[in-house]
């Protein structure tokens, strides 16, 4: 028996203009004459992404959801080198608050995914350390939010560079560089080019990092077939977490386009990899990857209802048996 969970990514397409992810480029903050005025109006776009996140925490408690990914653009050219003294946390306090207030009452695991420019295992200094300070934005929002910010950031191992063998080393060798306080954040994620389930788990038992498995990146890029033989390891790079494991699921778009994010999650698909990890572990958290973002969890609730075995917790949570 294990207990299932859904959850979906950063915004809703059902909920109308609530984007997360209202952004300004520098290009157009250049355009603003007045230095002030330009900061200010940052600030109103990224207080309106917070307001959108209240917006869809609300929306998710209203569907039994409890398990979200929020944007990591909530705050448009948050550490860009042409604004190293604005202080975008300082307006951010109330709207911040708020959430806080909310989540406390309407508990939900919140987590992030920052975007693929968040590279540990770069040989480039000043990735490093773009990274880290973008990863120090997302720890700052956390604790605004007065969310534990254990394992909350979902990454990859980062860039090849011809040599995976060395890039797995140079992630190693990067960790030195990471405070203690965003280590902490971290867990890492097998991907579909470069570094497979096997190569993430030996960072992962190495540095002591949970292990999110994407199923889908394993399907699209493996050596062996066999994910199963490795589960148990997965299972293991959770034990001192205080989390539930955390999986990432989605669907080809197309045979010829396997590695894209289908709008829908195929239910034939899913359900396999249910019954191969059912009562393994007493709680698994879905983070649903598709196009159509809360309308695909609807959509595969719709599915999975249909099927014996389960036992419906509430509109996004099961028991599989």
């Not at 109330?94 to 309407?106: F, T």
């Not at 995976?164 to 890492?188: C, D, G, T």
């Not at 609730?301 to 917790?313: A, F, I, L, P, S």
């Amino acid at each position: 028996m294990t207990i299932v969970r859904l959850g979906y990514v950063a915004m809703s397409v059902d909920l109308q203009n609530a984007s997360p992810s209202q952004t300004m480029t520098f290009a157009q903050f250049k355009k603003i004459k007045d230095r002030d005025a330009a900061i200010r109006k940052l600030e109103r776009i990224a207080v309106s992404n917070l307001e959108n996140c209240l917006r869809l925490l609300k929306h998710n408690a209203g569907n039994q959801i409890h398990f979200f990914r929020f944007s990591s653009r909530l705050i448009p050219l948050a550490n860009h080198e042409e604004l190293p003294d604005w202080d975008y946390m300082k307006p951010l306090k109330e709207p911040l608050n708020k959430l806080a207030g909310y989540i406390k009452e309407n508990p939900s695991r919140i987590d992030f995914h920052p975007d693929h420019f968040v590279v540990l295992n770069s040989p480039d200094k000043d990735i490093l350390k773009n990274s880290l300070k973008t990863l120090a934005m997302h720890e700052r929002l956390l604790k605004g939010m007065e969310i534990d910010t254990e394992h909350r950031c979902v990454l990859h191992v980062g860039g090849g560079y011809n040599d995976k063998e060395k890039a797995l080393e140079l992630f190693i060798h990067n960790w030195a560089y990471v405070s203690p306080a965003i280590q902490r954040m971290i867990m890492l994620e097998n991907d579909d080019t470069t570094f497979t389930v096997k190569d993430t788990l030996y960072l992962c038992e190495k540095l002591g990092l949970p292990m999110v498995f994407d199923y889908h990146h394993h399907l699209a890029h493996h050596e062996e077939d066999d994910w199963q033989d490795d589960w148990e390891r997965i299972i293991g790079t959770w034990s001192q977490s205080s989390l539930p494991i955390k999986m990432h699921i989605s669907s080809p778009r197309s045979e010829k386009d396997f590695r894209a994010h289908a709008d829908t999650i195929d239910p034939q698909m899913f359900l396999r990899f249910l019954q191969e990890v059912k009562g393994t572990v007493p709680e698994i958290h879905c983070m649903i990857e598709a196009k159509q973002k809360d309308a695909a969890l609807f959509q595969l609730v719709k599915d999975m209802q249909e099927r014996e075995g389960m036992t419906w917790m509430d509109q996004s949570s099961f028991i599989i048996d």
